[in-house]
């Protein structure tokens, strides 16, 4: 059996009344695992990029496990492969590159929830804190030549030192690295933002280097709330750079469990025990209306 028909037989068993009612799945409409994952265009171009790929499988084998794991005990857990909207410059943090400064990998699959004082211990830092986002800013929104910022000043330290990176030289990394950054952002600035799932990326694809780029950008989402770029810095600090990108579309990639809770007495009570703006959130938002895939406007 192809991987693709693996993973649809898995979805159907899991969507079948009786496996729903085993697992005691609340009937809100938020936690039933439904054909519209087969139908989600941002899962539908993980399906079909490298049929050799077992990180892909990985992250649905993950995925398919999260919801089985919280599905039954959050009602308001939802469709790990929504997109919410999002306005760029509401995305101020971003978390540090390790694997191990969450215990969570890209292979852990969407819907992951965690805890921990992600700020607190210094666990993700502010955006602009970024080397490589901050080159990009500066390139974009400044005018700043690259080989004056810190990215490209370390990338070529470390290419002469012999450090282990895709690119052989530092004329390779300018050439090839980032002329596609330029491009991706001429290309952003001419057409508009676009999901990733919903176009024909042949910008991004020339400098594609994991499977993880072919999903759109993935967040993270705090214990109050806030964005934390997972993966798509590139994306989000060209958006941000861009006065007329209003917003852009980000998978949920994990959120932390104090948030879950809110999404929770979201899904219960119809409002958050909060005042103010947490309650236009995106996310809640969603959650109040019907987070599937399908009702997102581009």
């Excluded at 967040?219 to 770029?229: C, E, L, Q, W």
Aim: aromatic fraction near 10%; charge should be neutral; include cysteine.
């Amino acid at each position: 059996m192809s991987r693709r028909g693996w993973f649809t037989a898995l979805v159907d068993r899991l969507t079948r009344r009786e496996q729903n009612t085993a697992l005691n799945v609340p009937g809100n409409g938020n936690n039933s695992l439904t054909r519209s994952w087969i139908d989600n265009p941002s899962l539908k171009t993980i399906l079909a990029w490298n049929e050799r790929s077992s990180k892909r499988r990985d992250v649905l084998v993950s995925t398919v496990r999260n919801w089985c794991q919280h599905a039954p005990v959050h009602p308001g857990y939802a469709n790990p492969f929504r997109l919410l909207m999002v306005d760029p410059n509401n995305i101020e943090r971003i978390r540090k590159t390790s694997c191990e400064v969450y215990e969570l990998c890209a292979t852990d699959g969407f819907g992951t929830i965690l805890a921990g004082d992600w700020r607190e211990t210094g666990l993700t830092i502010p955006i602009e804190s970024n080397t490589v986002v901050k080159a990009l800013l500066q390139r974009f929104q400044h005018g700043v030549p690259w080989d004056e910022t810190r990215y490209y000043q370390q990338i070529a330290r470390r290419i002469e030192q012999g450090s282990k990176l895709p690119y052989e030289s530092v004329e390779e990394f300018r050439d090839s690295r980032l002329s596609a950054v330029d491009a991706l952002y001429r290309d952003i600035q001419r057409n508009g933002y676009q999901s990733n799932a919903l176009r024909n990326n042949t910008v991004q694809d020339a400098y594609r280097g994991t499977f993880l780029d072919a999903f759109d950008v993935m967040v993270m989402i705090d214990r109050n709330g806030d964005f934390v770029v997972f993966e798509g810095k590139h994306r989000v600090a060209i958006a941000q750079s861009i006065s007329d990108v209003y917003s852009i579309p980000v998978h949920v990639y994990a959120v932390h469990r104090d948030w879950q809770d809110t999404r929770d007495f979201v899904a219960t009570h119809g409002e958050t025990r909060h005042r103010g703006t947490i309650r236009d959130h995106p996310d809640l938002i969603a959650l109040r209306s019907e987070p599937v895939y399908q009702n997102a406007e581009y």
